[in-house]
């Protein structure tokens, strides 16, 4: 069993798109490892606030099929993929990590690039794998976010619930 790290975005009817996503991805691969829900700023163009988080999973398999498996999440919560790469979304999810691959697989490329670059990606991912080493840096994603430029991006938790089970709750 691989252990996985996806990220999850939404600035579409955004609770309804995640709390889909999660079902659809607790139904292939069952119990999840969820971080908080943060909403942020649109990056990369002007479009409303989107809510983010990462799930850990754990899978048998292959990169090519997973990555299509989460195309068709994408695709079921109503996914264009005709529009521009930085545009609105309902659902957006990517592999951050597969184990400890790193290169790039079925157009894949692995550890994803934005887990270090992107404040929405890496706090929460420092939330729920604070121990584990990114595999190409070597780094404790908890070091890795002390050492993040937190000016870079605005983002904030939010209160979450999903099937009954508060996920997160906004600062106070």
Not at 17 to 34: K, N, P, Q, R, V
Not at 38 to 43: G, M, R, Y
Not at 135 to 155: C, F, H, I, M, V
Request: include cysteine.
């Amino acid at each position: 069993m691989t252990e996985v790290y996806l990220s999850l975005g939404s600035n579409i009817d955004r609770y309804r798109h995640i709390s889909a996503a999660l079902d659809a991805l607790a139904e292939c691969f069952g119990e999840l490892t969820i971080s908080s829900v943060f909403e942020s700023e649109a990056v990369g163009f002007d479009g409303s606030n989107f809510l983010n988080l990462v799930v850990g999973v754990g899978t048998d398999q292959p990169i090519a099929e997973l990555s299509d498996r989460l195309k068709k999440i994408e695709d079921d919560n109503g996914r264009c993929r005709s529009g521009p790469k930085f545009s609105s979304r309902t659902l957006d999810i990517d592999i951050l990590t597969y184990g400890d691959f790193v290169g790039e697989e079925a157009g894949v490329q692995l550890p994803r690039d934005e887990l270090t670059k992107n404040a929405f990606v890496l706090w929460p991912m420092a939330e729920i794998a604070p121990n584990h080493l990114h595999p190409s840096k070597g780094e404790t994603y908890a070091r890795l976010w002390a050492d993040y430029d937190k000016q870079r991006q605005n983002l904030w938790p939010v209160d979450f619930t999903w099937q009954g089970r508060t996920v997160s709750r906004a600062a106070s």
